[in-house]
């Protein structure tokens, strides 16, 4: 492996994961710089939510080094892996919460577990993420009890309470129509701007990350393909990139196509 | 046929090594949770209230049954006042802590296995395992605890009641003179029946409570199906080899003490 670079919050070299014969990630990196907001696109079915679990600690990568803040998280080292999770957070596809317990509860369960701080320091810093993510006055809520938005809002909440350097969100827009997207989207920044950790998004919403992040990197085929800046992303020549980034254009040119009575093909390249 | 023979005997070896490892994690687990104090009331709270009607309705309609086949067997030897110790001794040497501990499994282990399946389904275990909470000591070691206080008193209710069933089967309904009965009840039961009563009830609560947890945290697991009907094949297995694990539990520990 290189030598760290300090600038680096997340590094990650080669990361290859297999399940049965079927070669997932085929050796993936992506450097995360400390502060900034990373996207990770990709088709369906790339490994993307696998890449993310990955580094949170979910699954373990059966080649390759992930490196958080300069120290490899090695299985044999279990004091890296507990404080990389004390300082890192995930947000799940499914949000994840606790349906058998309040709003208020699955905010303060993170904190009531894993630190020290007293009982009324524990509910007063949670009432505070709830108040900073407009939630306050559904703490007695129960999950079932809240709309779309605000579970994923609560999520955020649940995430940031531990005040984490790192916060992974998977596929935080999926199932949301454009409106409520670009209200999550905005939320991120708002509180990664607020708060200042360091995101890791998977998504596929092309349009949307490439206004807010200042990385992007694309998984294909188990590797990233391309890993750059917004703008060069937006200019890149790479075919997979063109048809990732065009594909509104790709449909546009199909309909076309169907409108004027030929066949175009519509399947995946 | 020896192939697969041996290959049921490894999956049952490993299974076994792996149902213990995940035990001895939960105890371990009990000297890291933060609040498990809470959390052990809050599980007693939960197995108790949710078994507590059926034990009472199960534990008196057993007495009443005792009661009643119990008098009209000893009745042909003229030993009806033998009826108190043939109640009591069933009792509290065998049927309290084998059935109060099969109405455990189908009231709380069930319940506690799906639960827990639902969580493994939901990314709730996977969403504490990023947080760094320890699974087994939030969700698994209460449990456990739990069922180790709760269940001998709730054997001992189960019991007790079974005691009236069959007082009122053999006395109120049949005419055996209630002082005969509760006297021979008295002098039948002595403290080693009363001993082998609270460890057989604390080893088979925390037998099954550990299985149907153990069996509801690995529903991932479950190679026969996904998803829901993972939830529910886990379950199922939950609730078969508690009941299996109770009787076979039943018989060891008797032979032992006897």
Redesign the interface.
């Known amino acids: 492996m290189s030598e760290a670079r300090p600038s680096l919050l997340l590094d990650v070299r080669g990361v290859k994961k297999r399940y049965g014969t079927h070669e997932v990630l085929t050796g993936a990196s992506l450097e995360v710089p400390r502060a900034s907001v990373v996207t990770v696109l990709g088709r369906s079915g790339t490994g993307k939510s696998v890449f993310l679990k990955c580094l949170?600690?979910?699954e373990r990568p059966d080649e390759g080094v992930i490196a958080f803040d300069g120290t490899p998280l090695d299985a044999d080292l279990p004091s890296a892996r507990?404080e990389f999770?004390?300082r890192?957070?995930?947000l799940?596809q499914?949000n994840?919460?606790?349906?058998s317990l309040t709003a208020l509860e699955n905010v303060v369960?993170?904190l009531?577990?894993?630190t020290?701080l007293s009982s009324s320091v524990v509910r007063q810093r949670s009432l505070e993420a709830l108040q900073q993510l407009e939630l306050d006055s559904f703490a007695d809520k129960y999950p079932s009890q809240l709309s779309g938005g605000m579970q994923k809002r609560l999520a955020l909440a649940r995430a940031i309470v531990?005040r984490p350097e790192l916060v992974l969100f998977d596929e935080p827009t999926a199932g949301l129509d454009p409106l409520r997207r670009n209200a999550v989207f905005a939320m991120i920044v708002k509180y990664q701007r607020q708060f200042g950790f360091t995101a890791v998004i998977v998504t596929h919403d092309v349009a949307e990350v490439l206004v807010i992040s200042d990385h992007v990197a694309l998984l294909d085929s188990g590797t990233m393909r391309f890993a750059g800046s917004p703008a060069a992303f937006s200019t890149s020549t790479d075919p997979v990139v063109c048809d990732f980034r065009d594909s509104t254009a790709a449909l546009h040119k199909a309909v076309d196509a169907l409108r004027t009575g030929q066949n175009p093909s519509l399947t995946e390249s | 046929m020896v192939r697969k023979l041996g290959s049921l005997t490894l999956s049952l070896i490993r299974g076994t090594g792996d149902f213990a490892l995940f035990t001895l994690t939960a105890f371990r687990s009990a000297f890291s949770?933060?609040?498990l104090l809470h959390r052990v009331f809050r599980a007693m709270f939960e197995q108790g209230v949710r078994c507590l009607p059926v034990i009472l309705i199960v534990g008196m309609f057993t007495g009443l049954v005792l009661g009643l086949q119990g008098y009209h067997v000893l009745n042909r030897f003229g030993s009806e006042s033998l009826l108190g110790a043939l109640v009591s001794l069933s009792l509290v040497r065998e049927l309290g802590p084998v059935l109060a501990a099969l109405m455990l499994v189908g009231q709380a282990g069930s319940a506690l296995a799906a639960e827990l399946g639902i969580?493994r389904n939901?990314?709730?275990i996977?969403?504490l395992?990023?947080?760094?909470?320890?699974t087994h000591g939030?969700l698994v070691t209460p449990r456990l605890l739990g069922a180790l206080l709760i269940f001998p008193m709730q054997t001992a209710l189960f019991v007790s009641v079974g005691l009236w069933g069959g007082w009122l089967s053999g006395s109120m309904m049949l005419g055996l003179e209630p002082g005969v009965y509760w006297s021979s009840v008295e002098r039948a039961v002595e403290p080693d029946d009363v001993q082998e009563c609270f460890t057989k009830a604390a080893v088979f609560g925390l037998l099954t409570v550990a299985l149907c947890c153990y069996y509801g945290f690995n529903a991932h697991r479950c190679t026969s199906a996904t998803g829901a009907r993972a939830v529910s094949a886990s379950t199922t297995r939950a609730v078969v080899l508690s009941c299996i694990t109770v009787l076979a539990a039943d018989y060891v520990i008797t032979s032992f003490l006897l």
Do not use: K
């Open positions: 949170a600690g979910i507990a999770r004390r890192c957070s995930f799940f499914s994840a919460l606790f349906d369960l993170p009531e577990q894993t020290a531990t | 949770t933060r609040r969580q939901s990314e709730q996977a969403a395992e990023t947080m760094g909470v320890s939030y």
